[in-house]
């Protein structure tokens, strides 16, 4: 199973991005999709999420901004990203769970919020 993250880059603050995450390979069915982030010298952490069923988490931060989202039919998830601030710049990861329970990470898309 590869994740392939795609729409990083550099914008401006106030401005948007829309990542997306392609999930290819063997997969039986995912369970929850969603986006990682690692900032330079911080931990990684979760920023969105979306079950199977639709049901969403965020981290405070990016509530009002940020809207995850997936197509189950094409195995892929998506991070609607509003508002962007500098303190979002980082490097964004896609993640999902199996409903084995095994995760799956894609190689990180970086964004740069420039203020």
């Known amino acids: 199973v590869q994740l392939q993250a795609s729409g990083g880059g550099l914008v401006q603050a106030g401005g948007f991005l829309r990542l997306s995450c392609a999930a290819s390979g063997r997969i039986l069915s995912i369970r929850t999709m969603g986006w990682y982030r690692q900032a330079s010298g911080k931990q990684r952490e979760l920023v969105a999420r979306i079950v199977s069923g639709g049901s969403t988490n965020y981290e405070d931060s990016v509530k009002g901004r940020f809207i995850v989202s997936r197509d189950n039919a094409k195995n892929m998830a998506f991070l609607q990203m509003n508002s962007l601030e500098a303190e979002d710049t980082a490097v964004y990861y896609c993640?999902?769970?199996?409903?084995?329970?095994?995760?799956?990470w894609g190689k990180g898309t970086l964004v740069t919020v420039s203020s």
């Open positions: 993640w999902m769970t199996s409903i084995c329970g095994t995760d799956y």
